[in-house]
């Protein structure tokens, strides 16, 4: 029985850490480049999901197509919020923090208005696989794999594609990349619509699994940002390390204290390592 | 040096200006505003000690801290529990509330002052969410009210009941409003003198550019832990009395949303570090989110929400402090000539 156990943990902290990772990555590389926060990050979750909702019951579209349709309105939103929002602000990061904090709250009374807080929910990936002995649905495989592969190519964009490389410039230093002959408000743009493709991406592929409702967008973000920290601002392989630990640490904290002191008790480990560690696990000393 | 002080000094404080906002807020209750605006009113006299208490930290040093709503919610909650716990009165345990407060944000804050920039900020913003988790798990949440709160007897109910049942509320709302302002305005005079001080400019020196400051001999440590202390102080006196004021204490106090935001966008639209915009700022921002509530209902948040956008998208310095020199310098041309 006990081995069943530490099976069931060691699967679902593997998936979960799975679903944290795809929502840190997009949050992690925007960060790392713009240097401010977007707070307005997990708006653009809910907006994927409530746009491919209203698409596949509204107008009957197929969920792939929907899918994709809602993963680029929320790219474009995001490319929107950073042209709007954040570019005007940058010389202030203070400032930036309270608009797309406000963003988050448009967004968030929008849907709680026109859509009213009953929870909606998408169609799930069907069938169930049978892994050392337990029972676990497609969709938990759907979201391993994209996660993998989000992180895979994000990884491959930053290190071989022109645009990734100048990110990374842009990430390591604004002036520098200046005068390298980039234009780092460019390189922002593509970054904030990279990043708007990931957390769409993300929505799409959580809310089968958890139903989802206006506030749905802050405890995604509050995540993200804890695993950002922990693994160091602007670090995608940092990201990837602090999602996993992040979600194994949850899932064993849950099965020794319950699942409601469980929920905070990684965030009392992130603070303990910055602390020690102030910079992340494989952040820079600026 | 002194010069600069001076002449910032004259722009920024004008006795004038302060005593005629002094007048309207003292007289103001006595135009029969009703119950509605006078709690508004006694919630914005205290929000204007939060917006202090960042405005006199962060505002000069540019540390980033999101903690005041753990800060502020923690006075209340230490109030609650040597109410119930304890037994003490709610007068006696809101002065109690106080150093506890201060002394566990001090405790569970500082070792991240060392931390620089925007890890400051995460890590301060961690320690409410961290909070209301615990508040609301089992099995602290037995201890701590969990969702529902703890319940106490409000500031002053005892004498309240001696009074005839016609005139309670009343007795209560408007002293409730005198004890805001008078905090309010005392607050506020501290905070100017700090902020005019030697010390003050010691604060603003780490924000300018620390190593340089810890070059010119300041203790750049020492300063960051005093201006800590004292916007830790700050919050908490507005935190107690907030909560000695509206029972049960629940973790609606700390949310960040709830007690963070609104005093932080006061210091944004007013003008870091300038004490007057932020403050005036408190007033505008906070008066005009409850008048959008009559006339546009629902639609408020997203309305108020756009305008916030536009306003620090136009000025990310803040507009309030600007315009409030620009004022004070046309008026003075008036009255010279």
Known sequence: ?????????????????????????????????????????GSLYILSAYVMYALTTYIGLEPLVAALVAILVAGLASLLIGEVVVKPGLKMPVSVFITTLSVAYIFEEFFRIEMGLRPITLPVYPGVTYVLGVPVSNHWFLILSASLLMFLSLTAFLKYAVLGRSIRAVAESWDESRRLGIDPLKVLRVAF?????????????????????PTAGWGPLFTAFAIVALGGVGSVTGTLIASFIYGFFEQSMTYVLGSGVASISPLILIVLVLVFRPQGLMGRVE | MVFAKRSAK??????????????????????????????????????????????????????????????????GYSLALLNVYYGIPTEYSMLLAIPISIF??????????????????????????????????????LYLGGEGGLRFKQLFLDFARSLPPGIRLTFLQYSYYYISLAAAVVGYVIAYKIGFSDFGFMLRAVGQDEELAEGTGINTLKVKVIGFLI???????????????????????????????????????????????PAIANYLLLLTYELLWGLIGRWRVIAYMLLLIIIITIKPQGIVFKAYVEARKFLRGVFSE
């Open chain 2, 10 to 75: 004259d722009l920024i404080v004008g006795k004038i200006p302060f005593l005629i906002a002094l007048a309207v807020l003292t007289l103001l209750p006595l135009l029969n505003v009703g119950g509605f605006w006078l709690d508004v009113l006694t919630k914005v006299n205290l929000f204007l000690l939060v917006t202090l208490a960042i405005d006199l930290y962060s505002g000069t040093t540019y540390y980033l801290n999101l903690g005041v709503s753990f800060t502020f919610g923690f006075a």
């Open chain 1, 1 to 41: 029985m006990y081995v069943d156990i530490y099976k069931y943990i060691l699967l679902f902290s593997i998936f979960h850490s799975s679903t944290y990772l795809t929502f840190s990555l997009g949050f992690s590389m925007l960060f790392g480049v713009a240097k401010i926060p977007n707070l307005a990050y």
């Open chain 1, 193 to 213: 619509f990279v990043a708007g493709v990931y957390a769409g991406a993300t929505g799409v592929l959580l809310t089968p699994l958890k139903a989802l409702t």
């Open chain 2, 104 to 141: 566990f944000s001090l405790a569970i804050l500082l070792p991240s002052l060392k931390i620089r920039g925007v890890y400051f900020a995460i890590l301060s913003l961690l320690v409410p969410i961290i909070f209301i988790g615990i508040v609301t798990a089992q099995p602290f949440s």
């Open chain 2, 231 to 277: 916007s830790s102080a700050y919050a908490s006196v507005a935190g107690a009395l907030y909560a000695s004021m509206r029972p049960p204490v629940t973790v609606d106090l700390v949310v960040p949303a709830n007690t963070l935001i609104p005093p932080l966008t006061s210091v944004i639209v007013g003008g870091l570090g300038t004490l007057i915009g």
